[in-house]
């Protein structure tokens, strides 16, 4: 019986080990952040990041290397609309743990560097399973897919890609580019 009662404890422990950690290493303020999700079991991107930091996480290396071998941005297709691009800041929301965003995200970051994108006009947040970022309100940005990359002008949206282009990232941007 005292064998029993040990093991609970323990697995309990665990458990709530896990949480606290989750929640105690997650600093709203930092960069770069990872966390555990305890719904998956997994490590995922958490918070705000930088294009580095995308670029540099273990969580992401795999998908930003397929990117790398499969992937050639068709840039020539934005090179018109450079200083259009220029004048624009971009929001990627996405998942770390979304197929969608492990597909997409490394494609338009490198679409992005092609062009010389200024990124420090870039912001990259990586969001949990329930689409939120501890401690950082994202609910005017209304996001219900992953992942979404969002194009300001002036404070003002005049574009958004859902999950995945329309046609291609290139041309998605384009039409963003062509009335602005």
Same mark, same amino acid.
């Given at each position: 019986?005292?064998? @029993?009662? @040990? ?19 997650? /600093? ?5 952040? +990872?966390?555990?999700?305890?719904? @998956? ?8 990041? +930088? ?16 990117? @790398?071998?499969? =992937? ?10 450079? !200083?259009?691009?220029?004048?624009? &800041? ?8 979304? &197929? ?9 970051? #490198? ?7 200024? #990124? ?9 399973? /329930?689409?939120?970022?501890? !401690?950082? !309100?994202?609910? *005017?940005?209304?996001?219900? =897919? ?17 999950? /995945?282009?329309?046609?291609?990232? *290139?041309? !998605? ?5 062509? =009335? /602005?």
């Amino acid at each position: 019986m005292s064998k @029993i009662i @040990i093991t609970i404890f323990l697995v309990l422990s665990i458990f709530i080990f896990q949480q606290i950690n989750a929640q105690t290493l997650y /600093h709203p303020d930092s960069l770069n952040q +990872t966390m555990i999700d305890t719904s @998956i079991n997994q490590e995922v991107m958490i918070g705000k990041y +930088t294009y580095q930091g995308v670029l540099n996480s273990p969580v992401f290396k795999t998908y930003i290397d397929e990117a @790398i071998e499969e =992937y050639t941005p068709y840039d020539d297709f934005l090179v018109d609309y450079k !200083d259009s691009l220029n004048k624009i &800041s971009i929001t990627i929301v996405f998942g770390s743990w979304c &197929s969608d965003s492990q597909y997409e995200v490394p494609r338009m970051l #490198m679409l992005l560097k092609s062009l010389d994108y200024p #990124m420090e006009k870039l912001n990259i947040m990586a969001v949990d399973r /329930h689409k939120e970022i501890p !401690d950082i !309100d994202i609910k *005017e940005l209304y996001i219900e =897919y992953v992942p979404t990359f969002i194009f300001n002008k002036d404070k003002y949206e005049v574009g958004r890609i859902i999950e /995945h282009a329309s046609e291609s990232l *290139e041309a !998605d941007i384009a039409s963003f580019l062509f =009335y /602005h």
